[in-house]
């Protein structure tokens, strides 16, 4: 069984940043890859970033140069640095880590909130 928790939310001014963080624990030995999705109010679920443990990347277009996902390998966490945010970035942002037989797993989810 995999857990993962989020961390970092919160409430921050348009322009500003965060950084989110999700440790992954549990039955993990590899991973096809750690991401970040999010689901603003009335809104579907929609991927932010997720990247591999090769290290590959993929953003949302809506991110691209703004937001920068990372990992540690050693500790199995993932990162995801938010800048320049926006009020359209308010959503809940929920940890992703797909296993290498294909089974996802989620987090809770960690609010992240962008006032104008």
């Known amino acids: 069984q995999v857990q993962l928790v989020e961390s970092g939310g919160g409430l921050v001014q348009a322009g500003g940043s965060l950084r989110l963080s999700c440790a992954a624990s549990?039955?993990?030995?590899?991973?096809?890859?750690m991401g970040w999705y999010r689901q603003a109010p009335g809104k579907q679920r929609e991927l932010v970033a997720r990247?591999?443990?090769?290290?590959?990347?993929i953003y949302a277009y809506s991110v691209k140069g703004r937001f920068t996902i990372s990992r540690d390998i050693a500790t199995n966490t993932v990162y995801l640095q938010m800048n320049s945010l926006l009020p359209e970035d308010t959503a809940v942002y929920y940890c992703?880590?797909?296993?290498?037989?294909?089974?996802?797993?989620w987090g809770k989810g960690t609010l992240v909130t962008v006032s104008s």
């Open positions: 992703i880590l797909e296993s290498l037989g294909g089974m996802d797993y």
């Open positions: 549990g039955s993990i030995f590899r991973f096809n890859f």
């Open positions: 990247i591999t443990s090769g290290g590959s990347t």
